[in-house]
C-alpha cells in the first residue's frame, strides 16, 4: 500500500520569508502523481501545485514550487514570499495511475508571522 | 452551481445511533468519495464509488456503509455509531478521468460527534 509522510506537524514562517515544507512516499507504482492541498481554517481543500512522476520538471505555480526527487520519494513544497494568507494545513497526497484512490498525509500546520 | 453539498454541516448523536451523512453533487461526476479528517491524522479514504451501483472500500471503511444508486448521491452511513467516528467528514467527487490532475471538488465538510 502507497504511504504518504509529512514529517513536520508544525512549521512557522516570518512574512516575506521561505519555506519548505517535507513529504515523503513509498510506492512500487511507476505511474503516480503527486499533489500539495492547502486546507485553511474555513477547512475548505485546495489544490496548490502537481507533479506527475513521469516528468523530470520541478511544477511551479506562482510562489509555489516543488522539489520532486524521484529516486528518494520525495516532494517537498518550497513557498516563496510568505503571505498571512498562505497560513493553513498542507496536506501532501499521492494518486498511483492504476487505482482511484488518493492516499494524504497527516499534514503539517503552517503559521505566517507578521 | 451548488457543486458538492454536504448535509448535515453539524451532528451530534449517542453511541449507538445510527445515521445517514447526504452528499450531492450536480457537476454529473462519476466519482465520489467519502474521507474523514482527524487531528494528527489527515484524510482518511473511508469508501469510493466510480459510478452508479459501484463502490468500493477505501483505508478505513469499518463502521461505515456507502450506497450508490444515482451518479448525483453518495450517502454515507453510520449503523451504529461509536465515539471513534467523531470526526470531520469530507465528500469529495471529481472525473474519474481527472483524478490525476487532483482536482477534486470537495464539500465543506461535516462535523459528527459521537458521546
Known amino acids: 500500500a502507497q504511504t504518504v509522510t509529512q514529517s513536520q506537524p508544525e512549521m512557522s514562517v516570518q512574512e516575506a520569508e521561505t519555506v519548505t515544507l517535507s513529504c515523503t512516499y513509498d510506492t512500487s507504482e511507476s505511474d503516480y502523481y503527486l499533489f500539495w492541498y492547502k486546507q485553511p481554517p474555513s477547512r475548505q481543500m485546495i489544490l496548490v501545485i502537481r507533479q506527475e512522476a513521469y516528468k523530470q520538471q520541478n511544477a511551479t505555480e506562482n510562489r509555489f514550487s516543488v522539489n520532486f526527487q524521484k529516486a528518494a520519494k520525495s516532494f517537498s513544497l518550497k513557498i516563496s514570499d510568505s503571505q498571512l494568507g498562505d497560513a493553513a494545513m498542507y496536506f501532501c497526497?499521492?494518486?498511483?495511475?492504476?487505482?482511484?484512490?488518493?492516499?494524504f498525509g497527516k499534514g503539517t500546520l503552517l503559521t505566517v508571522n507578521p | 452551481n451548488a457543486g458538492v453539498t454536504q448535509t448535515p454541516k453539524f451532528q451530534v448523536l449517542k453511541t449507538g445511533q445510527s445515521m445517514t451523512l447526504q452528499c450531492a453533487q450536480d457537476m454529473n461526476h462519476e466519482y465520489m468519495s467519502w474521507y474523514r479528517q482527524d487531528p494528527g491524522m489527515g484524510l482518511r479514504l473511508i469508501h469510493y464509488?466510480?459510478?452508479?451501483?459501484?463502490?468500493d472500500q477505501g483505508e478505513v471503511p469499518n463502521g461505515y456503509n456507502v450506497s450508490r444508486s444515482t451518479t448525483e448521491d453518495f450517502p454515507l452511513r453510520l449503523l451504529s455509531a461509536a465515539p471513534s467516528q467523531t470526526s470531520v467528514y469530507f465528500c469529495?467527487?471529481?472525473?474519474?478521468?481527472?483524478?490525476?490532475?487532483?482536482?477534486?471538488?470537495f464539500g465543506e465538510g461535516s462535523r459528527l460527534t459521537v458521546l
Open positions: 497526497a499521492y494518486h498511483g495511475g492504476s487505482n482511484y484512490k488518493l492516499t
Open positions: 464509488s466510480v459510478g452508479a451501483g459501484i463502490t
Open positions: 469529495a467527487s471529481s472525473y474519474v478521468g481527472q483524478l490525476n490532475t487532483g482536482e477534486l471538488f
